[in-house]
């Protein structure tokens, strides 16, 4: 008898313990996610990203000039290939690119337009507007050149599209100089440049984790001859690592280092303890992509992406006047 | 101290104003308002259902779950398309392997001969388009030599054909019936290949005969292998003719101009298949 009203009230204390601790676990939540994604930032890392990215799609588009009948006319890569890629014709449709509505005659001057549009995103000119129409014209060019592709225009793509979103034209930039003028010159931070900034580190994390899982597939990075694997290779070679091959432990110390940062990114790039450690570690890792395999554009839009983990502050430090 | 440390992040999550000076770091002191609670939750939704479309991509490509990512990526495909999106970013995995080139010999109208092969470093500048000549070559062998021949199909196909019988006589009605849709499926996606890596090549041909003037051209594909460290350790090297491995059947394509008309929105010549 005596026993019932007190289970009743144990009962009910940790009823009301649990609801308020799980009310915590859920507000916790709430403003770790608004503060992860809704902290107003200044435009400086961005700044610094677009300016890099910017270069690096001009160069890209640049590029296409040299067999634009090939690439971009369709002589190499044609329509009726590309549509066959896909399983239905709204995918097929959604693949789009602008040379695709404009006769041959018409795509070199626009063309042309499209290497100017990307110069003035990467000065900051107008970058609300050009930094979209710079999204527009990577997405446009990859999906018109199927076929053609590697992780640089994977990257490329990904950096302009969270750019186009941002105020990355706040700072280092054309608009910035002309804004001044009218102003006190301060800088001033937006939430959709924290926005952007997060969009580049979590969808950097699932690029770089995904790569990592891949490889534990591999044999070759588990034995320790994938890096001899990719530098022995005449098509990639650009610098001669061949005296490698006599250091075969220091190839497999590389290849096991290269699969481990990259498994261990996605995790250890949050932590203001190992970040340093494995962006640190991401400069010899790309710049070798870069250097040694001959793809230099690719190494740098990696290191480029990497910014974002730089927080904007480093950036801004006797910076407003510019 | 916990209590408190709580109420103030609840007011944080409740109060914008207080949100933007409780987490912006002095130096990138906010001018612009924080969004409403509701915006911020619209936004959200759009972030979560963003990221989710993301990752789809490497969940999906280049293997996807039948039952879950294939029907989800399925889904989403039209905005994986029109955004560049549904990577796999499998970059040099499982394993990086040998390289492939396309080899190609043109015939003139006066008899001569002229051999080319793509990537070529020498003659492809700058380095950035080299590499989209290489990636065009292993397209070019992924879609080729990656795909069975029709004779292969067709004795794969036969066996499934005679494994839905034997399940169809033995009263796996249900069984039956999938592994009939699948067979279907798969037959469609081969002749789609088929079609693809014709139009393809019959492009490549085409370009390049246009570009290098001549009657008649003649694609195949070579492997080549890496070297072992032993071997460069006695002085191989990598362009060794000894590591170039050609398939039992390497001619990918033959092609003369004619009356065959090319796929292809820039074609002039017409180019007529000698070989099938």
């Known amino acids: 008898m005596s026993d019932a009203p007190m289970k009743t009230s144990v009962e009910a204390t940790t009823s009301i313990e649990t609801k308020t601790s799980s009310e915590a676990w859920f507000s916790n939540w709430a403003a770790a996610w608004n503060k992860f994604w809704f902290t107003p930032t200044t435009a400086h890392a961005l700044a610094i990203i677009r300016i ?22 369709g002589g190499l890569i044609s329509r009726e290939y590309r549509d066959l890629l896909y399983r239905t014709p709204l995918e097929s449709a959604m693949a789009w690119s602008h040379f695709d509505w404009i006769g041959p005659a018409l795509r070199m001057p626009v063309h042309m337009v499209g290497l100017l549009i990307v110069a003035l995103f990467t000065l900051g000119f107008c970058t609300r507007f050009t930094a979209i129409l710079t999204a527009l014209l990577v997405i446009s060019y990859s999906n018109r050149a199927m076929g053609a592709l590697f992780g640089l225009d994977q990257i490329l793509a990904m950096l302009t599209l969270y750019l186009a979103i941002s105020r990355c034209g706040d700072a280092f930039s054309i608009d910035r100089r002309r804004a001044k003028r009218g102003s006190d010159g301060k800088h001033s931070a937006s939430v959709m440049n924290a926005i952007a900034t997060r969009l580049i580190q979590v969808h950097l994390c699932i690029v770089y984790l995904f790569a990592g899982l891949g490889k534990c597939q591999g044999d070759k990075w588990w034995d320790g001859e994938a890096i001899w694997g990719s ?9 001669d690592m061949l005296w490698l091959s006599d250091h075969m432990w220091l190839v497999a110390l590389i290849t096991l280092l290269a699969l481990f940062w990259e498994v261990g990114y996605a ?17 010899p890792m790309h710049l070798a992509i870069g250097i040694c395999l001959g793809m230099l554009e690719f190494g740098l839009i990696m290191l480029v992406a990497n910014i974002a983990f730089i927080p904007a502050r480093f950036f801004q430090r006797d910076s407003e006047d510019r | 101290m916990n209590s408190k440390k709580r109420k103030a992040e609840r007011a944080a999550v409740e109060s914008p104003e207080r949100l933007s000076s409780a987490t912006t770091p002095p130096d990138e002191a906010s001018e612009q308002p924080v969004p ?17 479309i993301v990752i789809l991509g490497p969940l999906s490509n280049p293997i996807a779950s039948r039952h879950l990512t294939a029907p989800m990526a399925a889904y989403v495909s039209p905005i994986h398309r029109a955004l560049f999106l549904g990577h796999g970013y499998r970059f040099f995995a499982p394993n990086p392997g040998p390289s492939h080139l ?28 080299y590499h989209r000549w290489f990636m065009l070559s292993e397209t070019v062998y992924s879609e080729h030599a990656q795909t069975p021949s029709p004779r292969e199909f ?32 798969e037959e469609e996606a081969y002749q789609r290949t088929l079609k693809r890596i014709d139009v393809l090549v019959r492009n490549i041909g085409q370009f390049l005969l246009e570009r290098e003037g001549g009657e008649e051209i003649e694609l195949t594909v070579v492997t080549r292998t890496l070297p072992f460290p032993a071997e460069v350790r006695q002085g191989a090297d990598l362009d060794d003719e000894r590591f170039l491995q050609y398939e039992a059947n390497p001619v990918i394509g033959r092609f003369s101009k004619g009356n065959f008309a090319m796929a292809g929105p820039s074609s002039s010549a017409n180019v007529e298949e000698v070989q099938p």
């Open chain 1, 267 to 283: 995790a250890l790039i949050w932590p203001r303890l190992t970040r340093p450690i494995m962006l640190l570690l991401a400069i």
């Open chain 2, 102 to 129: 396309v080899q190609y010999k043109i015939t003139r109208a006066d008899g001569t001969q002229q051999e080319g092969t793509f990537p070529d470093r020498e003659t492809i500048k700058p380095r950035l388009l």
């Open chain 1, 231 to 239: 530098m022995a290779n005449h098509e990639y070679q650009t610098v």
């Open chain 1, 52 to 73: 890099l990215t910017g270069s690096i799609a001009f160069y890209t588009l640049l590029v296409w000039t040299f067999d634009f009948d090939g690439f971009i006319n």
């Open chain 2, 36 to 52: 409403s609670i509701w915006l911020r939750r619209f936004a959200s939704v759009l972030i979560v259902a963003f990221l989710a």
């Open chain 2, 154 to 185: 067709e004795r794969l196909n036969l066996s499934r054909l005679q494994q839905v019988k034997a399940l169809n006589k033995g009263g796996r009605l249900v069984l039956a019936r999938a592994l009939e849709a699948t067979r279907q499926r």
